[in-house]
């Protein structure tokens, strides 16, 4: 793991904590919030506070996230909106945590500025017992204060102002002064400088959760289903009607359709198709020349085609049938028909513009691992996990290929890759008769 540490694709964009005064902060608030310390005197943090080398120190990689269901935080810098989210266990918290970031970043930063800020995604569900318990996880709120309680006690202080204000005769009232006085020693003058978080309400009804080997919910859609990637048979009873496993590719394939999720990249819009399925061939190859023990250092064109022409009938089927759709867009070969069972199928497909894209390409690319890109950008979890067991040489080439093409444009990627973050807001085109092949997608009506 040291060579992806070494370019930036694993722990990157942690936010170093070195001061002795964040450190302190930081203690104050682990202790609040676990009721532990570290001994280390600079470490790195997460979007939510997390430590890689604390949890390494302490042994529990679990120290901000007790049972795995309700994501503790600690905030010493609004600057963690940037930082990645480790070992998380559901899908939804990277995005609420830098929401309720980003929608109280003024009041985060003065706060910040001398205290930490702790908190907690509360749901409730405390414990998941079965994995029928995550139906009950509906509604997240985000709790946080300082460690000093800065936030508590200005709403308090608050509440006594307005009763000060409306009460008759308050101005007798000298234990309500009293009261406010000493209030206002904590928090300041909060009239000219409020201190108030916004604790939005965040609703999720599609997400993923590393709980129970890895479980895709699909929640408000008009055909809800689940997608185990154990097998379903050890779920046990579940409150839908279509509970999936991902050796069931013709269900899935199914279930993605009748909900209108995917769309085949060689007529997804404003999409190099040629390229990103050429793109998909090379990560393919790499996986099969590895595995025979083949030379894969070179990233070259040229060098690559040799080595294709050198496994020969050793090519793996997802590469044989890419390399006929390729054929196909580029106008030069017949129409192929890869159905869902095929190898190849989920690997020309990517998720349409809706709100649960995300968690779309990330099931997609459960079920094509060799594209390894599109693992690393939608599944870095299963990424790191599988990328410990390659054969050195491919952990090489598939380091040397993330560094050069992804990390320099992440963003241009991933348009690249899913189309822009916004569906554009205008209607498609309208297609002529003859366009109807390409409409059904590469491997014709998906089988019933």
Same mark, same amino acid.
Request: glycine share 6%; aromatic share 8%.
């Given at each position: 793991?040291?060579?992806?540490?070494?370019?930036?694709?694993?722990?990157?964009?942690?936010?170093?904590?070195?001061?002795?005064?964040?450190?302190?902060?930081?203690?104050?608030?682990?202790?609040?919030?676990?009721?532990?310390?570290?001994?280390?005197?600079?470490?790195?943090?997460?979007?939510?506070?997390?430590?890689?080398?604390?949890?390494?120190?302490?042994?529990?990689?679990?120290?901000?996230?007790?049972?795995?269901?309700?994501?503790?935080?600690?905030?010493?810098?609004?600057?963690?909106?940037?930082?990645?989210?480790?070992?998380?266990?559901?899908?939804?918290?990277?995005?609420?945590?830098?929401?309720?970031?980003?929608?109280?970043?003024?009041?985060?930063?003065?706060?910040?500025?001398?205290?930490?800020?702790?908190?907690?995604?509360?749901?409730?569900?405390?414990?998941?017992?079965?994995?029928?318990?995550?139906?009950?996880?509906?509604?997240?709120?985000? &709790?946080?204060?300082?460690?000093?309680?800065?936030? @508590?006690? /200005?709403?308090?202080?608050? #509440?006594?102002?307005? =009763?000060? +204000? %409306?009460?008759?005769?308050?101005?007798?009232?000298?234990?309500?002064?009293?009261?406010?006085?000493?209030?206002?020693?904590?928090?300041?003058?909060?009239?000219?400088?409020?201190?108030?978080?916004?604790?939005?309400?965040?609703?999720?009804?599609?997400?993923?959760?590393?709980?129970?080997?890895?479980?895709?919910?699909?929640?408000?859609?008009?055909?809800?289903?689940?997608?185990?990637?154990?097998?379903?048979?050890?779920?046990?009873?579940?409150?839908?009607?279509?509970?999936?496993?991902?050796?069931?590719?013709?269900?899935?394939?199914?279930?993605?359709?009748?909900?209108?999720?995917?769309?085949?990249?060689?007529?997804?819009?404003?999409?190099?198709?040629?390229?990103?399925?050429? &793109?998909?061939?090379?990560?393919?190859?790499?996986? @099969?020349? /590895?595995?025979?023990?083949? #030379?894969?250092?070179? =990233?070259? +064109? %040229?060098?690559?085609?040799?080595?294709?022409?050198?496994?020969?009938?050793?090519?793996?089927?997802?590469?044989?049938?890419?390399?006929?759709?390729?054929?196909?867009?580029?106008?030069?070969?017949?129409?192929?028909?890869?159905?869902?069972?095929?190898?190849?199928?989920?690997?020309?497909?990517?998720?349409?513009?809706?709100?649960?894209?995300?968690?779309?390409?990330?099931?997609?690319?459960?079920?094509?691992?060799?594209?390894?890109?599109?693992?690393?950008?939608?599944?870095?979890?299963?990424?790191?996990?599988?990328?410990?067991?390659?054969?050195?040489?491919?952990?090489?080439?598939?380091?040397?290929?993330?560094?050069?093409?992804?990390?320099?444009?992440?963003?241009?990627?991933?348009?690249?890759?899913?189309?822009?973050?916004?569906?554009?807001?205008?209607?498609?085109?309208?297609?002529?008769?003859?366009?109807?092949?390409?409409?059904?997608?590469?491997?014709?009506?998906?089988?019933?």
């Amino acid at each position: 793991m040291m060579r992806l540490i070494e370019k930036g694709l694993m722990f990157g964009n942690l936010i170093p904590i070195a001061s002795p005064a964040l450190v302190e902060r930081y203690n104050r608030a682990m202790e609040k919030l676990t009721g532990r310390k570290t001994a280390l005197t600079d470490f790195h943090v997460d979007i939510s506070g997390f430590s890689p080398e604390i949890a390494d120190e302490l042994d529990d990689w679990l120290y901000l996230n007790p049972n795995g269901c309700n994501r503790q935080f600690i905030l010493l810098t609004t600057e963690q909106k940037t930082a990645p989210l480790l070992n998380a266990m559901f899908s939804m918290s990277r995005s609420i945590l830098r929401q309720f970031i980003e929608a109280n970043e003024a009041q985060l930063f003065a706060l910040t500025a001398r205290d930490a800020v702790l908190g907690e995604l509360e749901n409730s569900v405390f414990e998941l017992s079965s994995p029928a318990r995550l139906f009950d996880i509906r509604r997240i709120t985000v &709790q946080a204060d300082t460690t000093r309680g800065h936030v @508590a006690h /200005a709403e308090d202080l608050h #509440d006594k102002i307005e =009763r000060f +204000r %409306h009460t008759p005769d308050a101005w007798w009232d000298d234990v309500l002064i009293a009261e406010m006085i000493g209030l206002a020693k904590q928090t300041g003058d909060i009239t000219r400088n409020p201190i108030r978080l916004q604790h939005p309400d965040f609703t999720q009804a599609t997400y993923w959760t590393a709980h129970f080997g890895g479980l895709y919910l699909f929640r408000d859609l008009p055909t809800p289903g689940v997608i185990s990637v154990p097998p379903k048979a050890g779920l046990g009873p579940m409150p839908v009607d279509v509970v999936l496993d991902l050796e069931d590719r013709n269900g899935i394939a199914r279930f993605l359709e009748v909900n209108d999720l995917v769309e085949p990249i060689v007529t997804a819009k404003g999409a190099d198709a040629v390229t990103i399925l050429r &793109q998909k061939m090379d990560f393919i190859l790499v996986d @099969a020349a /590895a595995t025979l023990g083949q #030379d894969v250092a070179a =990233r070259d +064109r %040229h060098e690559l085609r040799r080595l294709a022409r050198a496994l020969g009938s050793a090519l793996p089927d997802e590469f044989n049938a890419l390399a006929d759709l390729v054929r196909w867009a580029e106008g030069g070969g017949g129409w192929p028909r890869i159905t869902s069972d095929h190898p190849a199928y989920f690997y020309t497909l990517r998720a349409r513009p809706h709100p649960d894209r995300d968690i779309v390409n990330q099931l997609l690319s459960e079920l094509s691992r060799k594209d390894v890109r599109q693992l690393f950008i939608c599944h870095k979890q299963l990424f790191y996990r599988l990328y410990a067991d390659w054969p050195d040489k491919k952990k090489s080439f598939v380091a040397d290929f993330l560094e050069a093409e992804y990390q320099m444009d992440k963003a241009g990627a991933r348009a690249a890759l899913f189309g822009s973050a916004e569906p554009e807001m205008q209607e498609p085109p309208v297609r002529e008769p003859e366009d109807m092949i390409p409409l059904v997608g590469p491997w014709g009506a998906v089988r019933r």
